[in-house]
């Protein structure tokens, strides 16, 4: 079946310290890949995608390259801020049709000052 | 600004309580969603609804029932309440057909049943 695998947290990083959080996909077809975040209190926003392979999404200094020979789409960051802390959300949207978002799991980021 | 607003942010209610969460989205999109989100298992699709009157079960709709009357407004409803659905519940909405579109979602509802 189609499914998304993310690291687990919490990832705990000091300010200005780089970031990885790992995400691999499982797909029958040909996905679009998304990062989502949720900061706390909120609902979920888009952070950056990606809607085929080799693409690079960006955003707010994150990025995630679209690696379709190792079903991956890791996400990462240079310098971290306290502003980052939150829950970042790996998913993917099959282009085969349908409606369906497949969320990973989730990963806590702490970063602390 | 799009927005997705959700109508309560904090719910208490007793075991054997029939509950309503209200949705209501400005985006005029096809697309609204149900989910649940809860520790370590991310976001489950309880319901989502395609189109006005339109529904489709999703992962986990056991317990629930969805309302979609106008384009704008998904209600989810859970008819008698039970602990097990103390749960963090987020709606969404997109618009139909493109895989790369994104959801926009609410600031979530968290539902606490006694």
């Known amino acids: 079946g189609n499914s998304v695998t993310q690291m687990e947290g919490p990832v705990t990083l000091s300010e200005e310290a780089f970031l990885t959080i790992n995400c691999t996909y499982t797909a029958t077809g040909y996905p679009s890949l998304f990062w989502y975040v949720q900061y706390p209190g909120e609902g979920l926003q888009l952070l950056l995608k990606a809607t085929k392979a080799d693409d690079k999404g960006s955003n707010k200094g994150f990025e995630a390259t679209y690696r379709k020979e190792t079903t991956s789409f890791h996400l990462e960051k240079g310098s971290v801020q306290v502003s980052d802390s939150a829950v970042y959300f790996c998913a993917l949207i099959l282009n085969t049709g349908g409606f369906k978002t497949i969320f990973g799991a989730g990963t806590r980021l702490f970063v602390k000052a | ?114």
């Open chain 2, 1 to 114: 600004d799009v927005k997705v607003t959700q109508s309560s942010r904090y719910l208490v209610k007793r075991t054997g309580e029939k509950v309503f969460l209200e949705c209501v989205q400005d985006m005029d999109h096809e697309n609204m969603f149900w989910y649940r989100q809860d520790p370590g298992l991310g976001l489950r699709l309880i319901y989502f609804s395609y189109d006005v009157k339109m529904k489709e079960k999703g992962d986990i709709p056991e317990g629930y029932s969805v309302s979609r009357e106008k384009k704008e407004r998904f209600s989810l409803i859970l008819e008698s309440a039970s602990t097990n659905q103390t749960s963090m519940y987020l709606c969404a909405s997109s618009f139909p057909e493109r895989s790369y579109n994104e959801q926009f979602f609410g600031p979530g509802t968290r539902l606490t049943v006694l």
